[in-house]
């Protein structure tokens, strides 16, 4: 007598490709959420530190310079990757004022009360 092997979903012989899979938490998703001024104030900071424009270039006024320049600004949080072909070139310049702004008024706070 031969038998048969029973493949129904309640199976103990299921593949785990069979199984479904462990339910998406916003764990997994950290990685895809981000805040665009992050970026551009990090971008801008960067920027500003080759042309020797920073009041000091240490680690820690670094560190305060980015932070400062991150709190002036509202999060500006996105998920696309392709986030740039949807910016008309007037609000990438709109942008990059408001940065430099923020990036301005953190080098002047830090000028002022540096932390070292």
Do not use: G
């Amino acid at each position: 007598m031969s038998e048969e092997t029973d493949v129904s979903p309640e199976s103990p012989l299921q593949t785990e490709a069979d199984a479904d899979p462990a339910p998406l938490t916003i764990y997994d998703l950290l990685d895809e959420i981000s805040n665009e001024n992050e970026t551009d104030i990090l971008k801008l900071v960067y920027e500003y530190q080759v042309e020797e424009k920073l009041p000091c270039q240490c680690r820690e006024c670094l560190l305060d310079i980015t932070a400062v320049a991150l709190n002036y600004l509202p999060p500006q949080y996105s998920v696309s990757i392709h986030r740039d072909l949807y910016i008309t070139p007037e609000a990438k310049a709109a942008r990059r004022v408001e940065v430099e702004a923020a990036v301005l008024h953190a080098c002047e706070k830090v000028k002022i009360r540096p932390h070292h």
